[in-house]
């Protein structure tokens, strides 16, 4: 099961861009990287996945370099409303995934 | 838009009682997780199940039994609630394990007392 580490808070500011890097140094041929969001009070919310290279939607964009032992997360212009924790999940299909403790972002004003 | 829905969001109980979780989706979903979540702890795991009638423990299922009797929902129970039970319970399901995302629903705040 390969374990990840992601740090355990940020800080930024409205308006900027904001990259959240998760390193998953065991990383297996068919895992694939998953984040989440979460707000108080809510249960977790998916926001991307990928497997390598690059993946982009409209909340988010996901580098993974060839080696695939770390990932980015990148939240294009944060919003107040950004201000959540940010978890990096590594899994597949035959195996459970395990959720960290994950990132909390802090949007500034 | 998949649908998770848990019984209840906040629940108080005593110890000693038996408490029954519930927990609904309605996407047809194969696959039902059952977390608690405690500050600083991130989620942990208690139970899964991949088909109706089919459990697996997860990391921490002592204290806790779970039911699928049909394929849309699944019930945690804690057979005999203690106050370090008390936490935040969360339901999700998912196509797959690992490589298909988890829907979850909104948790139940549970206090034993």
């Known amino acids: 099961l390969a374990k990840t580490t992601q740090p355990i808070s940020m800080d930024s500011y409205e308006g900027q861009e904001v990259n959240i890097t998760c390193s998953h140094n065991?990383?297996?041929?068919?895992?694939?990287i998953t984040w989440y969001q979460q707000f108080p009070s809510q249960g977790p919310r998916f926001i991307i996945q990928?497997?390598?290279t690059k993946v982009t939607n409209e909340v988010a964009s996901l580098f993974i370099p060839a080696d695939r032992k770390s990932s980015t997360l990148s939240l294009p212009r944060v919003s107040l409303s950004d201000t959540a924790v940010y978890y990096c999940?590594?899994?597949?299909?035959?195996?459970?995934?395990?959720f960290g403790k994950g990132t909390r972002l802090h949007i500034l004003p | 838009d998949v649908k998770v829905t848990q019984s209840s969001r906040y629940l108080v109980k005593r110890t000693g009682e038996k408490v029954f979780l519930e927990c609904v989706q309605d996407?047809?979903?194969?696959?039902m997780f059952w977390y608690r979540q405690d500050p600083g702890l991130g989620l942990r795991l208690i139970y899964f199940?991949?088909?109706?009638?089919m459990k697996e423990k997860g990391d921490i299922p002592e204290g806790y039994s779970v039911s699928r009797e049909k394929k849309e929902r699944f019930s945690l129970i804690l057979e005999s609630a203690s106050t370090n039970q008390t936490s935040m319970y969360l339901c999700?399901?998912?196509w797959g394990q690992g490589d298909q995302p988890q829907h979850f629903g909104d948790g139940t705040r549970l206090s034993i007392l």
């Open positions: 999700a399901s998912s």
């Open positions: 996407m047809d979903h194969e696959n």
């Open positions: 065991n990383i297996a041929t068919n895992d694939y």
């Open positions: 999940l590594v899994g597949r299909r035959d195996d459970k995934i395990i």
């Open positions: 199940s991949y088909d109706v009638k």
């Open positions: 990928g497997y390598k």
